[in-house]
């Protein structure tokens, strides 16, 4: 299975605060961008901003909240987000393990010159 990789989405992710921010999200169900500022070390109007990206991506979305928007989660474009982190992990390793065969390769050519220099 090819997952197609959202650069917007990881780009929004990319950012430690963001990040933070979803986390909190997903442990606390939901939050207000007061509610984040205050276990976040950035002020409200930052936390605002960045809600602001996530959204934008999908991540989170809004509901009214009396005079400001609480924000959860998207499921299921945080469950897409967690396949192409799968998908992109996936490409790595055979990647690496190509990588290992390789080198293991070239070890074996190098210990078997090696022993029939001995010889």
């Given at each position: 299975?090819?997952?197609?990789?959202?650069?917007?989405?990881?780009?929004?992710?990319?950012?430690?605060?963001?990040?933070?921010?979803?986390?909190?999200?997903?442990?606390g169900?939901?939050?207000?961008?007061?509610?984040?500022?205050?276990?976040?070390?950035v002020?409200?109007?930052?936390?605002?901003?960045?809600?602001?990206?996530?959204?934008?991506?999908?991540?989170?979305?809004?509901?009214?909240?009396?005079?400001?928007?609480?924000?959860?989660?998207?499921?299921e474009?945080?469950?897409?987000?967690?396949?192409?982190?799968?998908?992109?992990?996936?490409?790595?390793?055979?990647?690496?393990?190509?990588?290992?065969?390789?080198?293991?390769?070239?070890?074996?050519?190098?210990?078997?010159?090696?022993?029939?220099?001995?010889?």
């Amino acid at each position: 299975m090819t997952v197609a990789i959202d650069d917007d989405l990881w780009s929004a992710v990319g950012d430690p605060t963001r990040r933070r921010m979803l986390d909190l999200l997903l442990t606390g169900g939901a939050g207000t961008a007061t509610s984040l500022s205050e276990q976040l070390p950035v002020t409200r109007q930052a936390v605002a901003k960045h809600l602001g990206v996530l959204d934008r991506v999908g991540l989170v979305h809004a509901t009214p909240y009396g005079r400001e928007k609480r924000y959860q989660v998207d499921d299921e474009q945080f469950g897409r987000a967690v396949d192409q982190l799968a998908a992109v992990g996936a490409a790595w390793d055979a990647r690496l393990n190509r990588i290992k065969r390789i080198a293991e390769s070239i070890q074996r050519t190098q210990d078997q010159s090696d022993n029939e220099e001995k010889r």
